[in-house]
């Protein structure tokens, strides 16, 4: 089992930048490739980005690229999302999620959300205009 708890949202104004946090506890972190997923009221979870277990590789959605970065520490067991330029379209419940799926890292697998197996209570991100 891995436990993972979000940290480091809130309410922000448009332009704005905040970055969110993820620790696991439980098994080894570094044996999950990470993601972090959104999820709007009314809407669908969707996809946000996505990191392989070593750091070395990441992807993100288009409605996110050039603004988000995703980015861990293995050492400290976190997960992170830097976001800037800050939407009101990016207000949601983010979630961070980890994947016990093996195979080499490929982006648009990881961007499935069935292929997550854990995932932490969501931090609320709202961006006001």
């Known amino acids: 089992q891995v436990q993972l708890v979000e940290s480091g949202g809130g309410l922000v104004q448009a332009g704005d930048s905040l970055r969110l946090s993820c620790v696991a506890s439980g098994r080894t972190f570094n044996n999950y490739n990470m993601g972090w997923f959104r999820q709007a009221p009314g809407k669908e979870r969707d996809f946000v980005a996505s990191?392989?277990?070593?750091?070395?590789?990441?992807y993100s959605a288009d409605s996110v690229k050039g603004r988000f970065a995703i980015s861990r520490d293995n050492a400290k067991n976190t997960v992170y999302l830097q976001m800037n330029s800050l939407k009101p379209e990016d207000t949601a419940v983010y979630y961070c999620a980890a994947s016990a799926s093996r195979g080499i890292y490929n982006g648009p697998r990881w961007s499935a959300s069935n292929e997550y197996n854990y995932w932490g209570q969501g931090t609320q991100v709202t961006v006001s205009s």
């Open positions: 990191i392989s277990w070593t750091g070395g590789t990441s």
